[in-house]
């Protein structure tokens, strides 16, 4: 018997492999150039990883920030949430590093499929699944950091499961909704809002069963972690009070920074309003308007209309608007950018079914056009690769990739290593290290240093140098090469 795309099957088996393999070739060239390691939270997954491999368990062996004052400088994590770093090291301990970047690219890519399925479904045309589908899978701002060991596929993908069964109608749905919470609760600190919401969502519409369901597997889900926390550091939940209302975010590797309270007693409310309110601009910016390649908002916000999903953008705008008024100098550093990662399937979905909306009104019949949608997959393709080299000149700016130095690092550096940048110093060397603060901080760099009695400082000279820093330090240049000096305590 003779088979032709015409049988039912056999197209969409046909579409499923041609959709899957567009998006996994597109991420996989796009990404080429990019450094696995060249963000710090992608570099941080890596050792976390290394250290759970090696059987160290959930230790830095380095301190990276000083909002809390550690007692050694190897010590267990309680900042970064554990679940990225174990996807990391299960794949890694498999297949080797290599196999990280790929995973991301083929859950990318599944995705990319499942919401083209879907948003046809919904719209009853395959021309707007595509759309959704060309959203996702180019991946806009997202796709640089696909190339990395960051956690972006990972809650994309929990985001879809956690949207999709909220409103799930089997009698499995709560549970995998509260699964879907506790991975995102595990993968990022913000996550936890999302089992809160699906309750009290839940309870608002009188559906006390389910809400009560979903979040028992929630917290039973996430529980481990808690109780890791507890016989760490006697508490369930970390928390790092300079953490909240930081004006900058040189402060977080300061050791001498004052509390924001503080700040707040002296000078009042005028350093915090000035601050929060461009954070949100910039946070709702990111989260809207980026996500949805600044010109498909319009099409979102008429597919939350059409299907009435204002939970949806409530859930969003009061998230980035709590996290930009809490932390309103990380979000300038990507918290929100991470979050955006969680709803960006379904804002794809929501933008195609808004264009359907739009389109059957007579004066904007035109914008479900062959030429236009040529158009929009144009502007995609191009959104993407700018936003790809824009990331990529962003992140050149503080990372060095030190491996190429790493035989002659080992040699000439005598650990505790101070650095501007320990989590990438440990990644090349093995070399335990302590941040210093950034040399246009109140901070002082050579009291850090001596405070954790560090032998050496390596210092990289993207970071402003000024050669009368160590004339009254008790430190020597014993080595300069690459843009990078070494100082060894006399």
């Not at 998006?23 to 796009?30: A, D, E, L, M």
């Not at 990883?49 to 400088?73: C, M, R, Y």
């Not at 209309?305 to 608007?321: D, N, V």
Request: glycine share 6%; charged share 15%.
């Amino acid at each position: 018997m003779r088979f032709s795309l015409t049988s039912g099957k056999l197209r969409i088996v046909a579409i499923c492999w041609g959709l899957f393999l567009f998006t996994f070739v597109f991420q996989y060239y796009s990404g080429l150039n990019v450094h696995p390691n060249s963000t710090m939270d992608a570099s941080y997954y890596q050792v976390l990883s290394s250290q759970l491999i090696s059987g160290k368990g959930f230790t830095e062996p380095f301190i990276w920030h000083h909002l809390k004052n550690h007692d050694s400088v190897e010590h267990p994590t309680d900042y970064w949430l554990p679940l990225g770093s174990i996807i990391i090291a299960a794949i890694e301990h498999l297949s080797g590093v290599e196999s990280v970047i790929i995973i991301n690219y083929l859950l990318w890519a599944l995705l990319s499929v499942i919401i083209f399925f879907e948003t046809s479904n919904r719209t009853g045309k395959p021309l707007f699944g595509f759309l959704s589908f060309l959203l996702f899978s180019a991946g806009g701002k997202y796709s640089y950091y696909l190339a990395t060991t960051d956690n972006i596929a990972y809650y994309s993908l929990f985001g879809y499961i956690y949207f999709s069964s909220i409103h799930g109608k089997t009698a499995i749905s709560p549970c995998i909704n509260g699964i879907a919470a506790g991975a995102m609760a595990l993968t990022r600190a913000e996550g936890l809002f999302f089992g809160v919401f699906s309750m009290i969502y839940h309870l608002i519409r009188g559906k006390i069963k389910i809400a009560l369901i979903g979040f028992i597997v929630f917290i039973i889900f996430f529980s481990p972690w808690l109780v890791r926390n507890y016989n760490c550091f006697g508490k369930f939940l970390t928390s790092h009070e300079k953490a909240f209302f930081l004006l900058n975010y040189s402060d977080m590797f300061n050791p001498s920074a004052e509390p924001m309270i503080n700040l707040y007693q002296q000078k009042g409310i005028t350093p915090f309003t000035e601050k929060i309110f461009p954070a949100l601009r910039k946070s709702f910016h990111e989260m809207f308007f980026l996500s949805m390649f600044l010109i498909f908002f319009p099409f979102y916000l008429s597919g939350i209309y059409k299907t009435r999903s204002f939970h949806f953008i409530f859930l969003q705008a009061a998230l980035t608007f709590l996290l930009a008024s809490l932390f309103p100098a990380q979000c300038d550093k990507g918290t929100i950018f991470h979050l955006s990662a969680a709803f960006f399937p379904f804002m794809t979905i929501y933008c195609s079914e808004g264009l359907k909306f739009l389109s059957e009104f007579s004066a904007f019949k035109k914008l479900s056009s062959i030429p236009v949608l040529l158009i929009f997959f144009l502007w995609i393709i191009f959104f993407t690769i700018l936003g790809n080299k824009l990331s990529a000149e962003k992140n050149a700016l503080v990372f060095t990739d030190l491996k190429p130095f790493s035989e002659v690092l080992k040699k000439s550096l005598r650990p505790p290593v101070a650095s501007f940048d320990p989590i990438s110093v440990y990644l090349a060397t093995g070399l335990t290290g302590v941040v210093l603060p950034m040399p246009d901080s109140t901070g002082n760099i050579f009291q850090t240093a001596d405070r954790f009695s560090c032998k050496s400082i390596l210092w990289d000279q993207k970071y402003p140098w000024k050669a009368e820093l160590i004339s009254n330090s008790n430190y020597n240049i014993t080595a300069s090469f690459s843009g990078l000096i070494i100082l060894e305590k006399k």
